[in-house]
């Protein structure tokens, strides 16, 4: 469900996701994830949004939080680029905790909404 946000709140969200791709870019993990979630806060909407806290989870190893980010992401999703990878985030976190039943669900998800190699070759890697 949509939450009403104000023209003032959605650019502070994009502004504040910015702000945490470049800290992601720069390793800055923790504070990465701070400005997603303070995006978050400005503009619950935004499956982009999400998928970029998903993914920081991922590198703080945080795994349950990188799971919920990525459903939420899917969930709230415009475009299938966004929805293909958050099911190949939670694929690869399936996958590194050895249940590769999972992760084959979700790399085959990822590959329906955007075919690619990458997916492909996950989808090989899992099934052996």
């Known amino acids: 469900t949509q939450v009403a946000v104000s023209a003032n709140n ?3 969200a ?7 791709d ?4 720069k390793n800055q993990f923790e504070q990465a994830a701070l400005l997603y979630q303070r995006s978050i806060d400005a503009n619950p909407n935004v499956g982009q949004t999400y998928s970029n806290l998903a993914v920081t989870y991922q590198k703080l190893n945080r795994s349950s939080e990188a799971l919920w980010a990525n ?3 899917i969930s709230l999703a415009t475009n ?3 929805r293909a990878y958050s099911h190949y985030n939670i ?7 050895r249940k590769n039943t999972q992760a084959l669900q979700h790399y085959q998800r990822a590959n ?5 190699t990458t997916y492909q070759q996950a989808i090989q890697r899992v099934q052996h």
């Open 14 to 20: 994009k502004k504040l996701n910015l702000e945490g």
């Open 71 to 73: 459903q939420k992401a």
């Open 80 to 82: 299938d680029n966004t």
């Open 112 to 116: 329906q909404y955007k075919p690619s």
């Open 91 to 97: 694929g690869r976190i399936y996958e590194q905790n």
């Open 22 to 25: 470049k800290a992601y870019q």
């Open 10 to 12: 959605q650019v502070s």
